[in-house]
């Protein structure tokens, strides 16, 4: 069982850390440090926020982003493979990460 964790919540969805756990093993020193703090990067819908030139409201939009399965497994294949050889598990990691995926400006906690 694959059970991928974002510890990051409203307002300060962006202060968080990525966690892995297969069968219930932690992987979670697997992820490269410079990918633990971030958004992975897999495909999904997202939201942004900017402030409207003119009026102090702000303003939401939701774009598309991200990887597809295959591409985001080769990009991130140096260090899945530490995980895994196993081709169904990594897209089992992908298919978890997207579940919890996040943008920077996406949850509004730092209007």
Known sequence: MIKVEWTGVSPTLCMGNWHIFIDGVDYSDKIPEKLRREPMKTYGKYSKWHFDSNTPYEVWETY???LDEEDWIEENNYWLSTIT???NIKCGIYRAIQEQ???FNSCGGCI
Do not use: I, L, T
């Open 101 to 103: 995926d996040w943008r």
């Open 85 to 87: 050889n196993n081709y």
């Open 64 to 66: 598309k982003d991200g």
